[in-house]
């Protein structure tokens, strides 16, 4: 092994190290900036407003549960198929 080329070798890296600060030297005085236009604004309002919604209405599954418990909740078998068959038909129910 040359010692010579191991010197040179050096002596490259270290050029290549100070072009690579004076560069980011010079990109010092700007910054980064991001503007969001009025449809992403919107969008961001929506969000807020569906993420403060509670996913289960309180006041609706009481009144299924208390008719439950009760034993006067009745479904009828007809209208439950035809809403099944109707979900197929819009490919929304997954068998």
Do not use: H, N
Not at 10 to 24: G, L, N
Not at 45 to 64: C, G, M, Q
């Amino acid at each position: 092994m040359r010692i010579g080329s191991f010197t040179q070798i050096q002596q490259v890296y270290a050029a290549q190290q100070s072009a690579k600060v004076s560069k980011k030297e010079q990109k010092k005085g700007f910054s980064d900036a991001i503007s969001i236009s009025g449809a992403g604004k919107d969008l961001q309002t929506a969000k807020a407003a569906l993420a403060a919604i509670p996913d289960v209405r309180p006041e609706v599954v009481s009144a299924f549960k208390s008719k439950i418990d009760a034993g006067t909740y009745d479904v009828s078998s007809d209208s439950f198929a035809d809403m099944l068959m109707e979900k197929m038909k819009q490919g929304s129910l997954a068998l």
